[in-house]
């Protein structure tokens, strides 16, 4: 199992970003995934849900009506569309597989976004 | 549901027992209660899942036990390579928790 996240770097304050997630070494279409930050010397905080086949997403509060997230199968990708960043959006941002919605089995490296003027 | 994790910080040397508690502000099913393991500049790590699974590959010094509002993680024998920081998380079905961590350092 690989998931390899791309796309992070330096943002303004309230610009945009969109996080790639590429899955491999197991059969991605089948499993919802999650993405999760950490801002700097900091906890976990997961960000949002996909699943399995798009058919449903959830956001945490914290980023709703700003993240969205999605999926194409067919390339073995989920993003996270990141806009009105702000700084406290500042973290590593790691993708994880689904365990039958009870656990995050596998995480990404992670990809790092920071927003900063 | 807020999860608490306790203590901050755990000081033991290797070879002691490791007993880190977490605790919620409401009762849930053990199901929905994981627990991780993050090692400096590294990605976490799934031990336990459904409160007292391990996951593929874990040590069966890891072991994971409790219910409703009260849960730990137990690492029986310290190995050097267990020093990190552990979470707890609630995985409910439109969202997800986690505890703020404790950090197992060497004494």
């Known amino acids: 199992v690989q998931l390899v996240e791309s796309g992070g770097g330096v943002v303004q304050p309230g610009g945009s970003l969109r996080l790639s997630c590429a899955g491999s070494g197991f059969t991605f279409s089948s499993f919802g995934m999650h993405w999760v930050r950490q801002a700097p010397g900091k906890g976990l905080e997961w960000v949002s849900f996909?699943?399995?086949?798009?058919?449903?997403?959830y956001v945490a509060d914290s980023v709703k009506g700003r993240f969205t997230i999605s999926r194409d199968n067919s390339k073995n990708t989920v993003y996270l569309e990141m806009s009105s960043l702000r700084a406290e959006d500042t973290a590593v941002y790691y993708c994880?597989?689904?365990?039958?919605?009870?656990?995050?089995?596998?995480w990404g490296q992670g990809t790092l976004v920071s927003v900063s003027s | 549901i807020v999860l608490t994790q306790s203590p901050g910080t755990l000081s033991l040397s290797p070879g002691e027992r490791a007993t880190l508690s977490c605790r919620a502000s409401q009762s849930f099913s053990s199901s929905f209660l994981a627990w991780y393991q993050q090692k400096p500049g590294q990605t976490p790590r799934l031990l336990i899942y459904?409160?007292?699974n391990r996951a593929t590959g874990v040590p069966d010094r890891f072991s994971g036990s409790g219910s409703g509002t009260d849960f730990s993680l137990t690492i029986s024998r310290l190995e050097s390579e267990d020093f990190a920081v552990y979470y707890c998380?609630?995985?409910?079905?439109?969202?997800?928790?986690f505890g703020g961590g404790t950090r197992v350092e060497i004494k």
């Open positions: 998380q609630r995985y409910e079905s439109t969202s997800v928790t």
């Open positions: 994880a597989k689904d365990l039958v919605r009870v656990a995050f089995e596998f």
């Open positions: 459904g409160a007292s």
């Open positions: 996909i699943q399995f086949d798009g058919s449903t997403e």
